[in-house]
C-alpha cells in the first residue's frame, strides 16, 4: 500500500486514473473548481468540455454503450447537478453503467439553501443504483472504486457521487488500494439449475413458443449464445427496441420488434404464444400494450439479474434469477439433454403461421404522392449506404421508430436510443460519445428536427474536440410523433406542434425555416448539406460518408404528415394492432 500527503481534489483524479477512466465529459463550475485543477495536470484523463450538463451525461452514456465501460460525466452543484438529472434517469432506465460526480457545497452550509446548493443525492435517490454524499476526503479513493463496482456489476445502472467542496479542498494522506465497504451488496449471476432444468422442459413440450429478448442479453454479452439457443430450439425470436442486433435481423429465426411499433409477426407470435421465455426483459408497457390482454396463452418463464424485475408486471411461472449470458449457457445444454432423452418440441405447425404473417404483412411504407422525400425511405438508404458496421443512434419519436423498423442491425449493441425514459435531445450528445468510444467506427445519429433543437449545442463540442459525427435531421418541421396521435387521437386539431411560427405565410408554409440547419451546422464549425428530394438522398448520404474530418448535418426535409405504422394505441391490446390507419391484420387467417 502507498500512502501519499494531497488534497481531495487529487485524490478524486488519482482514484479516477486508477480505475481506468480515460474520458470525462463535463463542465466546471464552482463547487466542482478544485477537482478542475488537478484534472489539468492529469496525462492519462481526457476531459470534453461540453456545452451543457445534459450532454455530458447522454455522452457518458454513449460512451459506455460502445465500449462496454462505465461512463464518467461530471458537473458543479445546484443546476450543474440538476441538469443532469435527465441522463441519470435515462441511464437508470435502459441499465446503462455511469458514474455522476457533482460538486457540493461545502458541508457545513449543507441544508442552510447556501448559493447553489440542492440536495442531489435526495433528488437522484428513485433513478440511480446507489448513491453517495461524501463529505470527508479520507472518503474519496473508497467510494470511487465502491461506485464503479457497482455501476458495472449485476444489473447496470447509474451511480452519483456528491462531494462536498471542503472534502475536495483539504489535504489528507491518500492510501491506495482500498477495500470496498459494501457487505449487503452481492448481485446473483449464476442461476439455480432446477428452474434452468425446469424451463427447457417447458421449451420442448410447448406447442407455439417464443424467445422474448430484451435489452440485458446484449448488456451480458450474450448473443452468441442467444444465437445458439434458438437454433437448438428451433424457437422464433423476438428483440426489442433495446435488444436491436442481439440475434441479426437476417437470421430466419428472427421475427422482428413487438410492441407499440413493432411488426405484425412479432406482435402476433407473442399474442399467440403458449410459452414466453423472457431474457433480459421486462416485460415494458410498449411491448405489452394493455397488460390484462398480453400473451393470454402463454405460460412465463421470466429469467432476469435484477430479481425486482421478474413477476413485477407478468406473472412468471419459472423465474430465474442470473446472469442472461450464464442462463442462456445453461439452457442450452438443459434442452439438449432434454432433447437427448427423446423429448423435442415439434414447431412445424407454429411456423407455418408466423410465416404466413411474415409474408402478408412486411414492414413497408408509401412514398408521398406529391413528390415530396418519404422519411423512411432517407433512413433505409441511410442503412443501406452506411453498413451494418456503423453505430446509428436515435433520438426519440417517429424517426426513433423508423431507425428500429428500416435500418437492419446485424451485432448487438449498434443501435443506441433511449428505450425506458424517451429521452428528446439523446441523439446528438449520445452520438458524440459513442464517437469518442469508437473513433475508428461510423457513427450516424437519426435525430427528429424537435430532438435536434434540445442538445444541438453540442456541435460545437464536436467541431472542437474533433469528433466527426454524423446528424441526419429527419426534419418535418413538426414534433412527429405528438402531430401523429393528434391526427389520430384527436380530430387532426394540431395543438402546438408546428415547429414553424405561424406569424408569416413564407414561415407557416416552411419556406422560411427557423432555424436553418445548414446555417446552424456552419455555426457551429460542421459541414451542413440540405436535401429534400428522392433523387439527391443517395449522392447526399456519399456526400456526407466521404467528410470525416468534421462533423456532419444533413437536413433531410420530409413530408410531415408520414406515419408509423404498424402500431398499436395505448391503452388497448396488441390484438388491436392496425397496420394502417383502420386497417387492422387478420391474425386467425394470416390475411
Known amino acids: 500500500m502507498t500512502t501519499e500527503q494531497m488534497t481531495g481534489a487529487q485524490a478524486l483524479v488519482r482514484a479516477l486514473e486508477n480505475v481506468g477512466v480515460e474520458t470525462v465529459f463535463g463542465i466546471p463550475g464552482g463547487a466542482i473548481l478544485p477537482a478542475y485543477d488537478p484534472l489539468f495536470d492529469s496525462k492519462k484523463l481526457r476531459h470534453i468540455l461540453v456545452r451543457h450538463e445534459q450532454g455530458a451525461g447522454h455522452a457518458a452514456q454513449g460512451y459506455a454503450m460502445v465500449t462496454g465501460k462505465v461512463g464518467v460525466c461530471m458537473a458543479t ?102 477495500q470496498m465497504q459494501l457487505p449487503g451488496y452481492r448481485p446473483v449471476t449464476r442461476p439455480h439449475s432446477k428452474q434452468v432444468r425446469e424451463a427447457a422442459r417447458l421449451i420442448t413440450e410447448a406447442e407455439r413458443p417464443v424467445l422474448y429478448v430484451g435489452g440485458g442479453v446484449i448488456k451480458a454479452g450474450a448473443s452468441a449464445e442467444l444465437k445458439v439457443l434458438a437454433e437448438v430450439t428451433g424457437a422464433p425470436v423476438i428483440t426489442t427496441l433495446m435488444a436491436k442486433g442481439a440475434l441479426p435481423d437476417s437470421h430466419p429465426l428472427h421475427m422482428g420488434m413487438p410492441g407499440m411499433h413493432g411488426s405484425v409477426g412479432a406482435v402476433g407470435a407473442l399474442q399467440k404464444a403458449d410459452l414466453l421465455i423472457a431474457l433480459g426483459a421486462r416485460f415494458d408497457d410498449r411491448v405489452t ?27 412468471a411461472d419459472v423465474p430465474i434469477v442470473g446472469d442472461a449470458r450464464e442462463v442462456i449457457a445453461d439452457l442450452i445444454v438443459a434442452v439438449q439433454n432434454e432433447h437427448g432423452n427423446g423429448r423435442k418440441g415439434d414447431y412445424e405447425d407454429w411456423w407455418r403461421q408466423l410465416n404466413a404473417w411474415r409474408e402478408t404483412y412486411p414492414l413497408g411504407y408509401d412514398q408521398p404522392s406529391d413528390g415530396s422525400l418519404s422519411p423512411q425511405h432517407v433512413i433505409e438508404r441511410i442503412g443501406q449506404l452506411v453498413g451494418p458496421d456503423a453505430y446509428y443512434v436515435a433520438g426519440v419519436g417517429q424517426h426513433q421508430m423508423w431507425a428500429a423498423q428500416f435500418i437492419k442491425y446485424e451485432r448487438p449493441g449498434a443501435f443506441l436510443n433511449s428505450g425506458g425514459a424517451g429521452t428528446m435531445g439523446y441523439a446528438v450528445p449520445a452520438a458524440m460519445g459513442a464517437k469518442v468510444g469508437a473513433p475508428e467506427t461510423q457513427v450516424w445519429a437519426i435525430d427528429g428536427d424537435g430532438c435536434f433543437q434540445m442538445t444541438n449545442q453540442e456541435l460545437a463540442t464536436c467541431a472542437i474536440e474533433g469528433i466527426p459525427v454524423k446528424i441526419a435531421v429527419i426534419n418535418n418541421g413538426n414534433l412527429g410523433m405528438v402531430r401523429q396521435w393528434q391526427t389520430l387521437f384527436y380530430n387532426e386539431r394540431y395543438s402546438n406542434t408546428n415547429l414553424h411560427s405561424q406569424r408569416s405565410p413564407e414561415i407557416a408554409s416552411g419556406k422560411t425555416m427557423i432555424p436553418d440547419f445548414v446555417k446552424l451546422a456552419e455555426a457551429y464549425g460542421c459541414v451542413g448539406l440540405r436535401c429534400d428530394s428522392p433523387e439527391d438522398v443517395d449522392a447526399t448520404i456519399a456526400k456526407a460518408m466521404e467528410i470525416n474530418d468534421a462533423p456532419v448535418v444533413i437536413d433531410f426535409v420530409v413530408h410531415q404528415d408520414a406515419m408509423v405504422w404498424p402500431m398499436v394505441a395505448a391503452g388497448t391490446t396488441n390484438d388491436d394492432i392496425k397496420i394502417a390507419r383502420d386497417l387492422a391484420p387478420d391474425f386467425e387467417n394470416g390475411e
Open 77 to 178: 452543484s445546484g443546476p450543474g447537478a440538476t441538469n443532469l438529472v435527465t441522463p441519470i434517469s435515462d441511464a437508470y432506465m435502459d441499465s446503462v453503467p455511469m458514474v455522476a460526480i457533482t460538486g457540493q457545497v461545502p458541508s457545513a452550509s449543507i441544508g442552510t439553501d447556501a448559493f447553489q446548493e440542492a440536495d442531489i443525492a435526495g433528488i437522484t435517490m428513485p433513478i440511480t443504483k446507489h448513491n453517495f454524499l461524501i463529505t470527508k476526503p479520507e472518503d474519496i479513493g473508497r467510494t470511487i472504486v465502491e461506485a464503479f463496482h457497482i455501476a458495472s456489476t449485476g444489473r447496470p445502472g447509474p451511480v452519483l457521487v456528491d462531494i462536498s467542496k471542503d472534502a475536495l479542498q483539504a489535504t489528507f494522506a491518500f492510501e491506495w488500494p482500498v
Open 289 to 315: 400494450g394493455k397488460l390484462d390482454g398480453f400473451a393470454p396463452f402463454a405460460k412465463v418463464v421470466h429469467a432476469d439479474i435484477d430479481p425486482a424485475e421478474i413477476s413485477k408486471n407478468r406473472h
